[in-house]
């Protein structure tokens, strides 16, 4: 099973990009890596997925190395708001990619 | 809102008790999930159900038990849990297996549960 390492915790001022980078060695060839958001006594909710290259979608981009083996989630412009749990995840091809393992995840602070 | 629906939002029970804990969603995702979160930890994988069969048990002690009455509906049977147990249970759903199929978890915001 693919295991994620991010920073646990991470500080920035509104307005900055934030980029968050996540490794992920052991990817498997058909994993998707996929990125989650969390606010305080809420589910997590999702924020961008991508297998390689680069994805962008309305709140986020996704970077992807060719060998896959890290991942970093830019945030641009952030606000007060965007302070909340970030979780990078890789699945297990095994099991057909339902057994989903969260990592620590990483802790955004962001300051006025 | 999210389109998981959970309830109750809390629920406190003695260490006798039986509840249960409900989850719906009417995406049409045939994967369901429960996780466990406990305060500033990430959320644990429980159980998985695909196409209303279990198809992963993470080791859960027999006095969780979930149950899949239809590709809409996921519940969790809990029975003499004890204060340790305490903590956010997230439901979620997706289309397929999450990772390698490209489909996304949806959450739902949890059961908050306090084990007295």
């Known amino acids: 099973l693919a295991k994620t390492t991010q920073p646990i915790s991470m500080d920035s001022y509104e307005g900055q990009e934030v980029n968050i980078t996540c490794s992920h060695n052991n990817i498997a060839t058909n994993d998707y890596i996929t990125w989650y958001q969390q606010f305080p006594s809420q589910g997590p909710r999702f924020i961008i997925q991508?297998?390689?290259t680069k994805v962008t979608n309305e709140v986020a981009s996704l970077f992807i190395p060719a060998d896959r083996k890290s991942s970093t989630l830019s945030l641009p412009r952030v606000s007060l708001s965007d302070t909340a749990v970030y979780y990078c995840l890789v699945g297990d091809v095994d099991t057909g990619g339902f057994k989903t393992i969260f990592g620590a995840g990483t802790r955004l602070f962001v300051k006025a | 809102d999210t389109e998981v629906t959970q309830t109750p939002k809390h629920l406190v029970m003695g260490m006798t008790n039986k509840k249960s804990l409900k989850c719906e969603q009417h995406m049409g995702h045939r994967a369901m999930y429960w996780y466990k979160q406990k305060a500033k930890k990430p959320p644990e994988l429980m159980f998985v159900y695909s196409y209303e069969k279990l198809s992963i048990n993470e080791s859960v002690p027999s006095r969780f038990s979930p149950e899949c009455p239809n590709s809409s509906l996921l519940n969790l049977h809990l029975h003499a849990l004890q204060p340790e147990d305490s903590a956010l249970y997230l439901c979620?759903?997706?289309?397929?297996?999450?990772?390698?199929?490209?489909?996304?978890?949806?959450f739902g915001n949890g059961t908050r549960l306090t084990v007295t």
């Open positions: 991508g297998y390689k």
């Open positions: 979620a759903s997706s289309q397929e297996g999450q990772s390698s199929y490209n489909s996304p978890l949806h």
